[in-house]
């Protein structure tokens, strides 16, 4: 199978949902049921490889979500994918429009200013309702220096080129 920078986690099993093989997810997706579009999943326990498992039907169910898996018609058979992780395989995930990006291509570019002053690296993202914002954290001084930055195209940030792993933001460097 291929290695593991292949496939995007997107769960995982967390429990079983009645008797007739349903499955609990803990959904990383946004909107959580999201996950369920996907109807061929990628899981794995710890140690395991990833192996590739058809979903018959998932739905939202109250607060959670459940799914059904190929092969899975009783409860026993569910248990046994308790605490595997699920993911994609990354050609799964829908191609962008022009200017759209993936969270977890954004992870670990270059943050520079529109002067060239190097602010970080981008380390991880949130969404406040209003808008995305990036945790930029600088670790090349003495200090660990962490940075909000609102995803605000245009006005913060100024452009994006995954290729040279960079972002160019206007920013001050001294916030």
Same mark, same amino acid.
């Not at 949902?17 to 499955?23: A, E, L, M, R, Y």
């Not at 040279?164 to 001294?174: F, N, R, T, Y």
């Given at each position: ?7 995007? $986690? ?18 990383? $997706? ?8 996907? @109807? ?10 990833? @192996? ?10 109250? @607060? ?29 995930? @829908? ?17 520079? $200013? ?24 600088? $670790? ?36």
């Amino acid at each position: 199978m291929s290695q593991s920078s292949d496939y995007i $986690t997107l769960g995982e099993i967390s429990g079983v949902h009645g008797i007739k093989g349903w499955v609990k997810i803990f959904s990383h $997706t946004s909107p959580r049921e999201q996950i369920t579009e996907y @109807k061929e999943w990628f899981i794995k326990r710890r140690g395991d490889d990833w @192996k590739s498992i058809k979903i018959i039907d998932g739905k939202k169910q109250g @607060k959670n979500i459940i799914a059904l898996l190929e092969n899975t018609q009783y409860r026993d058979q569910a248990e046994a994918f308790v605490g595997s992780e699920i993911a994609i395989h990354k050609d799964q995930l @829908k191609k962008l429009s022009e200017g759209e990006y993936y969270w977890r291509d954004l992870i670990g570019l270059s943050v520079e $200013t529109i002067e060239g002053e190097k602010l970080g690296q981008i380390d991880w993202l949130f969404d406040t309702g209003s808008n995305d914002v990036f945790v930029v954290k600088d $670790t090349d001084g003495v200090e660990v220096k962490e940075r909000m930055l609102p995803y605000l195209m245009g006005d913060v940030i100024q452009s994006i080129d995954l290729e040279k792993s960079l972002m160019i933001v206007d920013w001050d460097p001294e916030f």
